[in-house]
């Protein structure tokens, strides 16, 4: 069991900045990748960005504002908002997976971010 504890979310104008941070703890799991996902209002959860072996991508939509970052020693992934838009407004998701023990894939309770115009 991999549990994820998510922080860093509220209530920003637009132009501001936010960093979400996501904490996993897996003594036994090797996590490859960490990743987050959002969800706005009335539409379908997206990817964000991801991190693991090595490279990072990114959504079009985020690219140039929102770094993804990952502490392998805290088993931590970051995400730093900046230049945030009134689109960006959703529950954001951190995503873990990998595959030892055996194929896994985890999901955080979601860390709501609103970005008022």
């Known amino acids: 069991q991999v549990q994820l504890v998510e922080s860093g979310g509220g209530l920003v104008q637009a132009g501001g900045s936010l960093r979400l941070s996501c904490a996993a703890s897996?003594?036994?799991?090797?996590?490859?990748?960490m990743a987050w996902y959002r969800q706005g209002p009335g539409k379908q959860r997206e990817l964000v960005a991801r991190?693991?072996?090595?490279?990072?991508n990114y959504a079009d939509s985020v690219k140039g504002r929102f770094t993804i970052s990952r502490d392998n020693a805290k088993n931590t992934v970051y995400l730093q908002m900046n230049s945030l838009k009134p689109e960006d407004t959703a529950v954001y998701y951190c995503?873990?997976?990998?595959?030892?023990?055996?194929?896994?894939?985890?999901w955080g309770q979601g860390t709501q971010v609103t970005v008022s115009s």
């Open positions: 991190i693991g072996g090595g490279s990072t």
């Open positions: 897996a003594r036994v799991f090797r996590i490859n990748s």
């Open positions: 995503n873990v997976g990998g595959t030892w023990p055996k194929l896994f894939d985890y």
